[in-house]
């Protein structure tokens, strides 16, 4: 039980971390390294390639002349964070108690590093008290990134607001970070993903608008974002029964132009299609979507659960085919 919870606590600390470093996996753009020393660019760059392994030896290599810097031991956080991934259950409280180690050391050596103020916001506000985990720290850095002035502040307030159940102080801070950084498109991704999950998709719906009427489609990087928020669009359209038609339509372009975002199984785009022609009662063509999806399946073991659940979905729905 309690390595079950740890886990998924230690998920959503591990997503906000890498939201910082624009890793395919954290469905970013590049945002809030920029602040880093040059010299660590390798390291960076394996991070933002998921690769902690290389990341650690390119940081070693900066020991004797960079150990001194704050940089230089939030990195060393980043590249724990990463590790975790294929850290088993009981390795994970010992790399936690190291992760917030690091960033401790990191605002020992500079006190307004802003970065690692917010990775240790975001780790008490997670972390289970056990590893370290202390919900009064959260208002402290909170509170000192005010103080900067930080550009990250407004995550920090969004944070605040989750914690003490308040959405219309979350949804103020975001609009508020929206106002502020509104070339910020990945924060409105992460914003559009978060209400979807929720089951809000009028404001998902908003910000979905606003993204694609932002993007640069000549442009590589925001290529791949506008592939994600077309997913969005689709599963959006999957879980509510509305916005069926563009919701198909953009997920038929990832899957004829081979789109599909980085990282994600075929067969998710495929699953999400399925279910609108389901509510279209396009029935044929939606089993043989899902029949497609199950044999992507075999290396995604979320897709094949949630293909295992299709029966359910279809009655919670109210559709009546074979699903």
């Known amino acids: 039980m309690y390595s079950s919870l740890f886990k998924r606590g230690f998920s959503l600390v591990m997503l906000a971390l890498l939201l910082l470093i624009g890793t395919a996996q954290a469905q970013q753009v590049n945002i809030g390294m920029d602040t880093i020393d040059e010299v660590f660019s390798p390291v960076i760059e394996a991070l933002t390639e998921n690769d902690h392994k290389a990341a650690d030896r390119e940081l070693k290599k900066l020991r004797r002349s960079m150990s001194n810097s704050g940089d230089y031991h939030f990195l060393a956080g980043m590249v724990t964070v990463l ?66 002035n930080s550009p990250f502040r407004f995550q920090a307030d969004i944070v605040l607001a989750t914690l003490a159940d308040d959405k219309e102080a979350e949804e103020a801070a975001w609009l508020a970070l929206f106002a502020a950084q509104p070339e910020n498109l990945s924060a409105r991704f992460n914003y559009i993903a978060q209400r979807i999950n929720d089951a809000e998709y009028a404001a998902a719906l908003t910000q979905i608008n606003a993204v694609l009427a932002a993007i640069d489609s000549s442009d590589e990087e925001q290529q791949e974002l506008q592939a994600r928020v077309y997913y969005q669009w689709g599963k959006l359209a999957a879980e509510s029964g509305t916005e069926l038609e563009p919701g198909a339509e953009y997920l038929q372009l990832l899957l004829a132009e081979n789109r599909v975002p980085e990282g994600m199984q075929p067969g998710w785009a495929k699953y999400r299609l399925a279910q609108i022609f389901l509510h279209q009662s396009n029935h044929e063509e939606a089993a043989e979507l899902l029949a497609e999806a199950q044999y992507d399946a075999e290396n995604d073991a979320n897709l094949k659960e949630v293909l295992a659940n299709m029966g359910s979905w279809c009655t919670n729905n109210g559709i009546t085919a074979t699903c």
Do not use: C, T, Y
């Not at 590790?83 to 409280?93: C, E, F, Q, Y």
């Not at 605002?107 to 590893?131: D, R, T």
């Open 83 to 148: 590790s975790m991934n294929d850290a088993s259950a009981i390795r994970l409280p010992f790399l936690a108690r190291r992760m917030r180690n690091q960033w401790n050391e990191a605002l020992e050596k500079e006190p307004n590093h802003e970065l690692a103020h917010l990775s240790l916001l975001q780790f008490h506000a997670n972390a289970p008290g056990l590893v370290g985990g202390d919900s009064d720290k959260v208002g402290e850095h909170a509170a000192r990134l005010h103080e900067l």
